[in-house]
């Protein structure tokens, strides 16, 4: 049999630069906090953590019993390295303080969508954690520290709870993907330097919102779907899991191209996904990956944030697919 690498002993190998001894801790923590999520999200109903619980959350929507769960889970075990100043999270409105028991050595800012797809929970389908890491410039930050840029993400990754549960990470040096063997509860290096085609012929989009959407969406959906026959002359495949890390998984693994843009139903809002715990990490590794990623108009790494829990629209994967798609918007390409 191979000698897998685990991750600890990868992370020791080729974290590199200033910030290499605060990254091997904070992956430490969230490598934990990810395991035992996975086995929550595993246990599923026999422990009770299934179910709605009433609640909603700042975005308005139901939370789950294992919405809450994975949250206190990330938040408990995220404080016991000493390197995290503040924390964010899909579920909670406000900023995470840390207490100054828990923060001595906090210079960083660890933002996270703890369940991401959690409407797939109930159903026994794929769901992920998704999670990002900035540079604090305070001991105690406030909102206005944590409204960074993507650029600025020195750390991003999600795992992903699927037929088998692995983690995929960035640090700005490539994107790398680990599976968690159960049996001895460790990550080992399974999928390295992972790489996005840079043409598909696969996209993701919830085609149930097409009377919705811009035109310039509208239009790269045509002309996907009349395939052969229709300018792109090829045709294309669907896929539409409803779990963000689900479709990027694929995406890395072997091309396409994930889309949820603005319609006039999501107008007011500015977008189905967050900036700063969806886009932005996902964006980062897509990036990393040979992809790329635009709002259509822009990419999505510059959106200067004004918000928390701000949205934006989000279209990433092949390069040569999201380009074409920003193309559409801009109108470099004419009809
Ligand atoms: P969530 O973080 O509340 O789970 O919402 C985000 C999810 C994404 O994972 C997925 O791409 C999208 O919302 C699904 O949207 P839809 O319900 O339109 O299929
Ligand atoms: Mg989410």
Known sequence: ???????TEFLSNN???????ALTEMLHDIVNACKKI???IDQGALAGNMGSLGSENVQGEVQKALDVITNDIFIETNQLSGYVAGMASEEMDDVIEVAETQRQKGQYLLLFDPLDGSSNVNV???VGTIFSILKSAKVKPGLADFLQAGTQQICAGYAL???STMLVLTTGNGVNGFTLDGSVGEFYLSHPDIKVPVDTQEFAINMSNYRFWQEPVQRYIDECLQG??????KDFNMRWVASMVAEVHRILVRGGVFMYPIDSKLQSKGGKLRLMYEANPMSFIVEQAGGASTTGIQRILEVHPNGLHQRVPVMMGSRNEVERIAAYHSKKIAR
């Open 228 to 233: 052969e026959e229709g300018v792109r002359k």
């Open 38 to 40: 996975a086995l929550a």
């Open 124 to 126: 026994n389908i794929s």
């Open 1 to 7: 049999m191979t000698q897998h690498i685990s991750i």
């Open 15 to 21: 974290l590199t630069g200033e910030h290499r001894v």
């Open 161 to 163: 709870y699927g037929t």
